[in-house]
């Protein structure tokens, strides 16, 4: 699976605090690209992450990627 997308965003959480918005498309996490990965290996990788975690997006708007770093 090579896209996957924010489904949702608490609001006011790190996420929302960051910038991250419903319909963004994940691209990399923690620096790992997401390609060729199945949508339980994302989960497993966010899940993993220590005290923070960077995603890098393509908003749901725009062709221009965006980097997010949410601290739990």
């Known amino acids: 699976m090579d896209t996957i ?3 949702q965003v608490k609001e006011g959480g790190p996420a929302h605090g960051a910038g991250l918005c419903t ?7 923690n620096g790992e690209s997401i390609i ?15 005290a923070s975690l ?9 062709d221009i990627l965006q980097l997010v770093s949410i601290r739990q």
């Open 5 to 7: 997308f924010v489904k």
């Open 23 to 29: 319909g963004d498309r994940i691209v990399k996490v």
């Open 36 to 50: 060729g990965k199945t949508y339980s290996q994302v989960i497993a990788l966010i899940q993993n992450s220590d």
């Open 54 to 62: 960077e995603l890098c997006v393509m908003p749901k708007d725009e």
